[in-house]
């Protein structure tokens, strides 16, 4: 099964939290191949759909809701970057200070 386990952890890309939430879900189900590898090929539907597993996207809300205004217009306008394009501190402070963001 560590070839499923590095799959699925690929998938979580880091992040503590779907770490965490996906390895406390797995925890709980039965430990068997079968069961990491339907979770392998379903994991993003699942985020959506499972409730143990949707507090990562309610996790990520609350983080953007506590933000304060103005950070949230600078978060927001990473949105027009696509998935892993490499994005330069110094070329995105530039595009934020002719958006007007301060
Ligand atoms: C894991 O999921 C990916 C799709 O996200 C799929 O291409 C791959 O074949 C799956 N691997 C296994 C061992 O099920």
Known sequence: MLDLAKLILKKCDGLPLAIVTIGGYLANRPQNAMEWRKLNISLSAEIEINPE???????????????????????????????????RRTNIVK????????
Not at 57 to 73: E, V
Not at 97 to 102: K, L, P, R
């Open 53 to 87: 597993l949707k507090m990562i996207n309610t996790a990520l809300m609350r983080s953007y809701d506590g933000l304060p205004y103005h950070i949230k217009a600078c978060f927001l306008y990473l949105a027009i970057f696509s998935e892993d394009d490499i994005i």
């Open 95 to 102: 595009r934020w200070m002719a958006e007007g963001f301060t």
